[in-house]
């Protein structure tokens, strides 16, 4: 994900010489080297002159990272954490009780520069500092600033998880084309280009969904009978149903993330 991120800003007009990677391992690092980025192994000097910082671990690996930067961390630096599950509350614990601390939700179609970010900021983060963090997404896709950041737990569960259920989604569609006797590249497209296009003409189009699906569907026309199947077997409570126990358990999750290791 900090590679899609870095990519978009570059791709926005960013130069390399705006960033500065903290990257442990060979591999990854040498991304950000190809690209003439700044690059080191562990926190330095370099890392207090960056006013944003992106923590952009995986979530067993934050807190280690968040006390090795802690020495090079100013008053005025806005800290930016992609770390799914993790609160501000304990990335600011782990930062000496720093008060700029954005936490974001993004989504693996920030790649294509088609995601939506969920963005939650601290009272101590202000005007500016919530702009500054928006525009290290703004080439990632869409941001939604939340009120409160408990709600960054539905975020993950529709947005962030999302991709996951439309692939699928997806998976029906282009199985069910090569049983009715499609190549499997003519599958995959054909699933593809629905999912597309309806997401398009969703966007576009301000008419309800439950609307734009009634205009497709004529009763005892082949949508119909599609639905009808789906209707039967509850598939839209199924999704809801779903949908809820992926919002509880990233609230569970971050409940056990909060807990100090033993």
Not at 12 to 35: L, N
Not at 163 to 187: H, N, Q, S, T
Not at 213 to 224: A, D, F, I, M
Request: aromatic content about 6%.
């Amino acid at each position: 994900m900090a590679t899609a991120i870095i990519d978009g800003l570059l791709a926005a007009g960013r130069t390399p010489a705006d960033f500065f990677v903290v990257e442990p391992f060979e591999a990854t690092r040498e991304v950000s080297v190809a690209k003439g980025i700044a690059t080191a192994t562990e926190p330095t000097d370099a890392l207090g002159d960056c006013g944003i910082w992106v923590l952009a671990t995986k979530p067993q690996t934050l807190q280690g990272a968040c006390e090795a930067a802690r020495p090079f961390l100013k008053p005025s630096t806005v800290v930016v954490s992609i770390a799914a599950g993790m609160r501000i509350e304990t990335i600011a614990g782990w930062l000496g009780g720093h008060g700029r601390v954005v936490r974001t939700m993004p989504n693996t179609p920030a790649k294509v520069g088609l995601g939506l970010t969920g963005m939650f900021a601290t009272a101590g983060c202000s005007v500016a500092d919530r702009t500054a963090a928006d525009r290290v997404f703004a080439a990632s896709g869409e941001r939604m600033w939340v009120a409160t950041e408990a709600m960054l737990d539905p975020i993950t569960a529709i947005t962030g998880s999302g991709p996951g259920y439309v692939f699928y989604f997806m998976e029906a569609m282009e199985r069910a084309a090569i049983e009715l006797g499609f190549a499997p590249d003519e599958a995959r497209k054909l699933s593809v280009a629905a999912f597309r296009g309806a997401a398009e003409l969703a966007k576009q189009d301000p008419e309800p969904l439950s609307t734009l699906r009634e205009r497709v569907t004529s009763k005892g026309g082949t949508t119909y009978a599609a639905l009808s199947h789906m209707w039967d077997a509850k598939v839209g409570e199924t999704i809801t149903a779903a949908l809820h126990k992926a919002s509880e358990r990233a609230a569970e999750m971050a409940e056990q993330l909060a807990k100090p290791a033993k």
